[in-house]
């Protein structure tokens, strides 16, 4: 008797031995937490040592390009040495600025004139009306963009959702960091704690979404996505005021004799921001993926 | 793989996932167009004011600070929330006396501001007809407005002007609108909106 067509065995290789997708969460930390490291060394360095920084236009550059450049390294780099790396995490930071430079930017600025009318209106209508303008604006353009370059080929585990939000929140803060950079001429230590501010919140609210998303596509829930989107313009439209109201000086006389000064607040809010809002979303996650497993466990059976 | 899957019809979507994006969608757009509608009853909210005196009703933006004491005009009302020169919007009247035409008032009134405006201007003067119908004179002019207290450091600002003068029961009625030549295209629409909601 003949064999034709034997089946062959593929010896196991040292591919396999590492581990598939890269785990979101450590990078995310470490990245946001070197943000905030720098943002108040430059804080203290200019407050109380009064080591300011000459205004640059190149050192304003380099400190807006500086969470990208973290994502780049912490994230990216380290993407390539899992098995199955997510591909299309840097073109959704490219397509994200460019919409942000295109449509989200002139849509808010130029169309909605936001700062014609909100700067001065009272504490809850601000919330209200950042949370239908800016936060709309921006969440729903980065859902578009994920939604659309990764949907169908590219969300293969829950993580991936959290990866490529992250992605397009940088993509588009970075664009809202150097808008604010180029303007004029600020200090550097002023230019760390906008970038640091813009950068929180457009992950923070960036991450809500993704986990909307990541419910519609592993959990098929109709609901979620969209509630997902109010809940990220909301956080949107109420860290906007709040902070602006922390950090810009009242006229009232015991905020004059306060000693702290003002950016502190400001520095402090997108810090508390940050890591209560990656606590909570990271909980919703692991409640999330362990429903998952459950439920695989009882198809099993 | 296609880059974009705009209408989703490579993907495998089920029920739930392709309602959940279709509201998604509606509930952006929806929360966009309530946006417009918030700025729109922010930004463009007005106040009434009523002169039977004079005969005039106007609707000048929220926010803006009226003059109705003023030497000159029986109304005046200034953005005084912007930097730099403040958009203007005002009112005036001016007895006729017989035989004089609205040309001979725009040039008497040229003739008394290049005295007392710097760099004045005149760029234009043409018909005009006025929402109502009414037909018009306007004259657009130019000038630059510099402050007075040389300690403020402040740029010399050039200002563009609009005058629009009618001719109503025997008087001449001029309305005037100012505003910084940067700004002049995009605050015409305020503009516009006053002029299209009074009554004179």
């Known amino acids: 008797m003949t064999i034709s067509n034997p089946t062959w065995l593929t010896p196991p290789t040292e591919e396999e031995d590492r581990p598939i997708y890269r785990p979101v969460w450590r990078s995310i930390i470490l990245q946001y937490g070197i943000l905030l490291g720098f ?4 804080f203290v360095l200019a407050n109380y040592l009064r080591l300011r920084l000459p205004p640059s236009p190149l050192i304003n550059l380099g400190i807006v390009f500086l969470p990208l450049g973290l994502w780049i390294w912490f994230s990216f780099r380290v993407e390539q040495l899992y098995l199955y790396p ?22 808010v600025e130029d169309f909605l004139q936001v700062e014609n009318w909100l700067s001065l209106a009272p504490a809850i209508d601000r919330i209200v009306g950042y949370t239908f303008t800016v936060g709309i604006v921006q969440e729903f353009l980065k859902y578009l963009i994920v939604r659309f370059m990764t949907w169908q080929d590219h969300l293969r585990e829950r993580a991936d959702c959290i990866a490529y939000a992250e992605a397009a929140a940088l993509g588009y803060a970075l664009v809202v960091s150097l808008r604010f950079a180029l303007t004029g001429t600020p200090t550097p230590d002023v230019v ?8 929180v919140v457009h992950l923070v609210a960036g991450i809500v979404v993704s986990y909307g998303l990541s419910e519609s596509k592993f959990a098929e829930s109709i609901f979620l996505l969209p509630a997902s989107l109010a ?3 909301l956080v949107t439209g109420i860290a906007i005021p709040i902070r602006a109201g ?44 362990r429903r998952d497993r459950e439920s695989r466990a009882a198809q099993e059976v | 793989m296609r880059f974009f899957d705009l209408l989703g019809q490579e993907s495998d979507l089920s029920r739930n996932q392709r309602w959940g994006h279709y509201l998604t969608v509606f509930f952006g757009l929806f929360c966009f167009v309530i946006a417009i509608n918030l700025r729109d009853n922010i930004l463009y909210a007005t106040v009434e004011y009523v002169n039977v005196e004079a005969g005039i009703r106007v609707n000048y933006p929220v926010g803006w600070l009226i003059d109705i004491n003023g030497q000159g005009y029986i109304f005046r009302a200034r953005d005084v929330s912007r930097i730099g020169y403040k958009t203007t919007l005002q009112i005036s ?4 006396a017989v035989g004089i035409e609205a040309r001979n008032i725009l040039d008497d009134l040229s003739l008394f501001r290049s005295l007392r405006l710097s760099n004045y201007k005149i760029l234009s003067i043409q018909p005009y007809t006025l929402p109502d119908g009414e037909s018009a004179t306007l004259m657009e002019y130019v000038f630059v407005s510099d402050d007075p207290n040389p300690f403020l450091e402040a740029v010399p600002i050039v200002v563009t002007g609009r005058d629009i003068l009618t001719i109503r029961r025997g008087q001449a009625i001029l309305i005037t609108f100012l505003a910084d030549s940067q700004t002049y295209d995009a605050d015409l629409t305020i503009f516009n909106r006053f002029l299209s909601s009074s009554d004179f």
């Open chain 1, 246 to 289: 922390l950090v810009n000086a009242s006229l009232s006389p015991a905020a004059l004799e306060f000693a702290l000064p003002r950016p502190l607040f400001g520095i402090g809010f997108s810090a508390t921001l940050l890591f209560a809002g990656l606590w909570g979303i990271s909980f919703l996650y692991r409640v999330a993926q």
């Open chain 1, 192 to 199: 760390a704690a906008h970038v640091f501010a813009t950068v």
């Open chain 1, 39 to 42: 943002t108040a060394v430059l």
């Open chain 1, 231 to 233: 809940l990220a313009a």
């Open chain 2, 93 to 96: 009247t001016i007895p006729l």
């Open chain 1, 86 to 107: 997510r591909r299309q995490l840097f073109s959704i930071v490219i397509i994200s600025a460019l919409v942000a430079q295109a449509v989200g930017v002139p849509l």
